[in-house]
């Protein structure tokens, strides 16, 4: 218990000195630079793996960093959620660093390639920093450290259209983070912490709660920007086609997840009063919006990583949708969605690099009948499409039909009419890509090989994480269930 | 104790062991021969188990129920009683004799993808299988979901433009029935319980009967749409450029089985025989269900595609069914179960008679089929046969099957309903009829090149099917002890 | 009505700040003045959180013997905090600025 009290600083502290290192020490030097990041983050993982481990068996435990405790202190709060999540983005992290290994050899300037991990790291552990802050200004520093590594990976390739996708996300994203700023002073002049539990316990002895409110609100846009729900989603599909597959992989995957994840927090420890406010019926609107809107986008592209982007609009929507559901089944139905999300969509974008990487092809109606020729790439990928169109048997089914059962269990019957139409609209667009991919006759004069096994391996790892998920979604309940009961109970 | 355990699991097997060797299938590439020894185990496997099951029944036992808990509303549930064997038994028995066929038809059409066809194959027909086997709702709608899905890549398999039209066309059509068929799941209390499937159906506690009428339409038409009802079945003809086999077991058989089966589970186990004679939705049913059996007998008259000719048959046909069980009177369930028998043995063998004569040569549309009886003897004969059991003539298993369906609308005296069964009878002799002229009959305008040489493995399903046809229409009492539990059950004795 | 106004002129004044900075971003073309209203953004945010902490006569937050009436110290450095990471993001805005506008004038030539 002793060396794992210790993890969580270190599964923070770790990727981001590790970063500095090769950013001094290994700035020209691709291959150590690999291998470093990849031990970093296989400690990280490992350690992830531990912490979660002990938190389902001992509950949940908080962290003082050198030894100061919370109302001046950084607390580091572990609790069933959090850790479900840090194990998510590590594990997803090390498979994204195991892919661009032959990825970035061939498609960035070597020049680039160990700042490139240092980008990776930086953004990792940025990520893991923010799920684990106890306090809404840790949130804030290390959403700006994730926002700018994400920002520099999507400009890393350095040509022109990469460059314009990573200013729209940076304007974006630094909106985002003044929001952040503003809202945590408007809950700061009215509980005097900014402590997430302390919040919590201070925002019930308010009489006015017009503050906590706007403080509120404010912190929810700044989460939604970073988490492209719909009206807010402009700069997505830009920053993440753009991208370098990985980084894709880990932005559409990850980064808006953990946008979500810090949504929940928003919502359900800061918020008071939630079930009659007006707005609620608000977000769950502009949630369906998004579900829809990015579907239907997403049937009309052309570009496969801006389709896979479009659908993530679509999908994070679907999130969304289960957090404002403020039930037990909206609230697992939206994170098991974020897990399904995180699992199939960077899978997807693994394989839009396999793709790339291996061809050059990056629209749809250049790759036609690709399938024929690397079987495995392309079986994988139609797996996880399956997964993100929620056929049974895959995890996108289970997250889907929970929430979906959690609006009919409320009497929602436009959201279920809306979750249903989402998944039918997704499975239109999945089928437009497996037809293209797998029933035409290749065209293409390009020889085409199979994708090197440093990129089938993170790419196979996700597709059976999916499918064991989706077939014995008990394991997904165990990590979960508790955790949610947990933050279901500050709902007021 | 290792007894029940024993027994337990084999609705489980009878599910995963072959979908196992579906998926190990996909990776056979170029092997041919482990191919279609891997087609043969799977199908085999499936039949050994159905029977098993089948034989464990008669034993006595009722329960075999193998629930997987997966979480809160979320269990899995396969189980085994008479209703579902029974088309367990259909499907699996016609799946091992469409096998050899399949192989060397797709063998003839060469193409260089046959590791996918036969895994999606194998899949389909292990789906339909699961739906059958499913214990809950959910369960069933899984497998019911994956059918579609594993049908998809077959529907699409020759990857001309037709194809892909239709294909979509399918897609569509079959997801909004599943969606509408996924908010009636879970609108219906219990549905993701263990034992969901009652007798009696499941109570419906605080749902009005506007919301309860929803449901239950939700219900037919989502289930309706696979069965082909009536403004839904444009799908079916439209998928019958898929490869024959796909069209003789799938659509044919398995997949509007399925959906007859799923209105059959709706209407017995969910909402109960009770509580749908008190909604007095029985009426729409038989409504639609006539308005299909004529729409379809019409459509079928005006096809001169043979295989779209047949589609609308089934179409019509699978609609008596229907009626049969929306009378909710056991006599006429009993027709229905015996005509879906009849349907599924004797359609399977006409669409792979028609491959046949496609094979040999290259026509599919009617009015070019002239003189095929005298080249092809023993096919042409084959569909003869085929077409009179459908018809129903005496003797065969149409006319028994028909002449229980007679007995509900004359026990609750419903004289219109027996004009649109004497209807049906007369136009379905008519578009059946015409062909088994033409092939004996017609004048032969253009020399047909064909050696008339058959492979016996093409012979023999077709064979089998209208053997099975024929045995059951002599010997009706096979099937009775197999019909008579399940009568017992929902309409007690 | 001129009292309430001038008791809370801080926090006029960095809405006022903030709606120009907002001008800026939305309406402006130039990359370059984008970057300069999401800094006078910034400036405004960092108005209102200093204006939060501070109280009347407010004495710096040091402990002395019989001084009890503080500012509160931590708005402070939050904003010292987001100073400086509002540096990084600038520099990093202003490279992006630059090259794409580089890459622009290779697009013309």
Redesign the interface.
């Known amino acids: 218990m002793n060396f794992v009290s210790q993890l969580p600083i270190s599964i923070v502290i770790v990727p981001l000195t590790v970063a500095v290192l090769i950013s001094v020490l290994l700035s020209s030097n691709k291959k150590a630079a690999f291998t470093v990041s990849f031990l970093a983050m296989l400690f990280c993982f490992v350690s992830a793996l531990l912490i979660t481990i002990t938190v389902s068996m001992k509950g949940s435990f908080a962290y003082n960093v050198s030894g100061w405790a919370p109302p001046w202190g950084i607390e580091i709060v572990v609790d069933r959620l959090s850790s479900f999540m840090v194990l998510l983005i590590n594990l997803v992290g090390l498979l994204a660093v195991i892919f661009s290994k032959d990825y970035v050899e061939r498609k960035l300037d070597s020049k680039k390639i160990p700042f490139y991990y240092v980008l990776i790291l930086l953004l990792l552990g940025s990520m893991t920093g923010f799920v684990l802050s106890g306090d809404i ?1 840790n949130m ?2 290390f959403f ?1 450290a994730l ?2 590594s994400s ?2 990976l999507v ?1 890393i390739s ?3 259209e990469a ?2 996708a ?2 729209k996300y ?2 974006m994203g ?2 985002s ?2 929001f952040v ?2 809202g ?2 408007f809950i ?2 009215v509980t005097g912490t ?1 402590n997430f539990n302390q919040i919590a316990l201070g925002v019930g002895k308010l009489s006015d709660f017009t503050v906590i409110y706007t403080g509120a609100l404010l912190l929810i846009t700044a989460f939604a920007i970073e988490a492209a729900l719909f009206p807010l989603h402009v700069w997505l599909p830009q920053a993440h086609g753009r991208a370098p597959a990985p980084v894709s992989a880990i932005l559409s995957g990850l980064v808006i997840g953990v946008g979500i994840f810090g949504i929940i927090k928003v919502v359900y420890y800061i918020l008071p009063v939630v079930y009659s406010a007006g707005f609620v019926v608000i977000f769950r609107s502009l949630a369906s919006i998004g579900i829809i809107l990015g579907a239907i986008f997403a049937l009309f592209e052309k570009d496969l990583k801006v389709i896979l982007a479009q659908s993530s609009i679509s999908q994070i929507g679907f999130a969304a949708l289960g957090v404002f559901l403020f039930s037990y ?1 909206g609230l697992t139905g939206s994170i098991l969605q974020i897990l399904n999300h995180a699992l199939a969509k960077s899978a997807l974008f693994f394989s839009a690099g396999a793709i790339i990487y291996g061809t050059g092809f990056k629209r749809l109606d250049e790759m036609r009948g690709i399938g ?1 020729k690397m079987p495995i790439t392309m ?1 994988l990928f139609a797996i996880n499409l ?1 997964s993100i169109a929620s ?3 895959t995890c996108g ?2 997250s889907k ?1 929970l929430l ?2 959690g609006a ?1 269990k409320q009497g929602l019957w436009g959201l ?1 009419g809306i979750i ?2 989402g ?2 609209l997704s ?2 667009y999945c ?1 437009r890509i497996i ?1 293209c991919i ?4 290749p065209k293409f004069k390009v020889e085409v090989k199979e994708a090197p096994l440093g990129m089938l391996i993170p790419l196979g790892a996700l597709t059976i994480l999916t499918v064991i998920f989706g077939i ?3 394991i997904a ?1 165990i990590l979960i ?1 508790p955790g949610v009961k947990e933050i279901l109970s500050f709902l007021r | 104790m290792t007894q029940t355990i024993n027994y337990m699991v084999l609705p489980v097997a009878a599910v995963v062991l072959p979908a196992i060797i579906g998926f190990a299938i996909f990776f056979t590439g170029r092997n041919k021969k482990l191919r279609e020894f891997l087609s043969l185990i799977a199908a085999l496997l499936s039949l050994f188990f159905v029977a098993t099951l089948y034989f464990v029944l008669m034993q006595g036992n009722t329960d075999i129920c193998f629930p997987i808990c997966l979480g809160q509303d979320f269990t899995l549930c396969f189980r085994a009683d008479w209703l579902g064997m029974f088309f367990a038994g259909i499907t699996s028995f016609l799946w091992l004799v469409s096998v050899p066929y399949s192989l060397k038809y797709m063998e003839i059409k060469s193409s260089d993808s046959e590791g996918r066809f036969f895994g999606f194959f194998t899949l389909s027909a292990v789906s339909a299988i699961g739906v059958t086997m499913a214990g809950n709702m959910l369960t069933l709608f899984i497998f019911y979901e994956l059918l579609t899905v594993s049908t998809y890549p077959l529907v699409i398999h020759t990857e001309t433009p037709a194809a892909v039209r239709a294909a979509k066309k399918y897609l569509i059509y079959l997801l909004i029935g599943e969606i509408l068929i996924l908010f009636a799941v879970l609108s219906t209390p219990g549905f993701g319980e263990p034992r969901a499937f009652s007798k009696i159906g499941v109570m419906f506690p605080g749902i009005g009967p506007k919301m309860l009428l929803f449901i239950f339409f939700s219900y037919i038409v989502g289930f309706g749409i696979k069965a082909a009802i009536f403004p839904f079945s444009n799908w079916l003809p439209t998928v019958s450029v898929a490869p024959t086999p796909v069209t003789g077991l799938l659509h044919a058989v398995a997949v509007v089985n399925v959906g007859v089966y799923g209105i059959m589970r709706v209407i017995l186990n969910v909402f109960g025989v009770e509580l749908t004679r008190s909604m007095g939705v029985g009426v729409v049913l038989i409504f639609i269900s006539s308005a299909t059996i004529i729409y379809g007998s019409l459509m079928a008259l005006s096809q001169d595609n043979l295989k779209k000719r047949l589609a609308f048959s089934t179409v019509d046909y699978v609609s008596y069914s229907i009626l049969g069980v929306s009378l909710l009177n056991p006599a006429a369930f009993v027709g229905a179960l015996l005509l879906l028998v009849n349907h599924a043995f004797l359609k399977l063998s006409l669409f792979f008679c028609a491959g046949a004569i496609d094979i040999q040569t290259e026509k599919t549309e009617v009015s070019e089929l002239s003189g095929v009886g005298c080249k092809l003897p023993f096919v042409s004969t084959c569909f003869a046969i085929g077409s009179l059991g459908l018809i129903g003539v005496p003797l065969t298993l149409g006319f028994v099957g028909k002449w229980y369906l007679w007995r509900g609308p004359l026990e609750t005296n419903q004289p219109g309903v027996i004009g649109v069964l004497i209807a049906g009878a007369i136009l379905c002799a008519f578009y059946l009829l015409y062909v088994v002229y033409v092939l004996f009959f017609g004048q032969s305008k253009v020399s047909l090149n064909c050696d008339g040489k058959l492979s016996w493995l093409i012979c023999l399903p077709i064979g089998i099917g209208v053997a099975g046809g024929a045995i059951f229409g002599v010997f009706p009492k096979l099937l009775l002890p197999l019909i008579n539990p399940i009568i017992s059950c929902y309409f007690g004795g | 009505m001129l009292n309430s106004a001038s008791s809370n002129l801080i926090y006029i004044a960095s809405i006022i700040l903030f709606l120009v900075g907002f001008y800026a971003v939305a309406a402006r073309p130039n990359l370059i003045k984008k970057i300069i209203g999401i800094n006078i953004m910034e400036t405004s945010v960092f108005l209102f959180l200093i204006g939060i902490g501070t109280k009347k006569n407010g004495a710096v937050p040091i402990i002395v013997e019989g001084v009890k009436n503080y500012i509160n110290p931590l708005p402070q450095a939050v904003v010292l905090m987001a100073l400086v990471v509002g540096v990084g993001t600038t520099a990093l805005s202003l490279i992006l600025a630059v090259r794409l506008s580089e890459s622009e004038k290779e697009e013309r030539q």
Not at chain 1, 438 to 441: S, T
């Open positions: 200004f804030f520093i700006e926002s700018l920002y520099s400009a350095g040509d022109r460059l314009r990573g200013f940076l304007i630094m909106i983070s003044l700023l503003l945590l002073g700061y002049s900014l089944l024929k079986g399956a056929i049974p048997m089914f289970v039909y979906c059962l009919i279920v249903l139409l998944s039918f499975i239109l089928v037809n797998f029933f035409e006759e014995y979604p008990k309940f269930e």
